[in-house]
């Protein structure tokens, strides 16, 4: 699932509230609605999935790049530090230090996604 379609889904879902039905119905712009009471529901489930997606990105990278069929030859990237890794096996702290970097990556990407979610989530309790 791409990142419109939660956009969209949570588009499609939150117009269906009371409170939008009732602001509707007072008459308020739809702009005002979109802005003020869709766009931070919606904002929330984007952040929910951004970081998702850019974790399966970096892996991705990663993994082209462990392969070599990533960025060019003599980029620096976390796949070419893993390969040097595995290329020399004698300085098992390359690979160790290639490995850990990618998982502290990954996790603290994850760890941050999580947090500014909960920021932002209207509907958290205080």
């Known amino acids: 699932m791409s990142l419109v379609g939660v956009v969209r889904a949570e588009f499609l879902r939150t117009r269906n509230f009371d409170y939008i039905r009732a602001a509707q119905a007072l008459g308020v712009s739809d702009r005002?609605?979109?802005l003020r009471?869709?766009?931070?529901n919606a904002m929330v489930a984007t952040l929910t999935f951004l970081p998702f997606i850019l974790c399966s990105?970096?892996?991705?990278?990663?993994s082209?790049?462990?392969?070599?069929?990533?960025?060019?030859?003599g980029s620096p990237s976390l796949g070419e530090l893993l390969l040097q890794g595995k290329n020399n096996l004698q300085a098992p702290w390359l690979g160790?230090?290639?490995?850990?970097?990618?998982?502290?990556?990954?996790?603290?990407?994850?760890f941050i996604g999580e947090a500014v979610r909960d920021a932002f989530d209207p509907n958290k309790a205080v």
């Not at 990105?57 to 990663?62: C, K």
């Not at 082209?64 to 030859?73: E, I, N, R, S, Y």
């Not at 230090?97 to 990407?109: D, E, G, K, Q, R």
């Open 96 to 110: 160790i230090t290639a490995f850990l970097s990618v998982a502290i990556l990954l996790s603290l990407l994850i």
């Open 37 to 40: 009471h869709m766009l931070p």
């Open 32 to 34: 005002s609605i979109i």
């Open 64 to 73: 082209l790049d462990f392969l070599g069929f990533g960025l060019p030859l």
């Open 57 to 62: 990105s970096i892996t991705t990278l990663t």
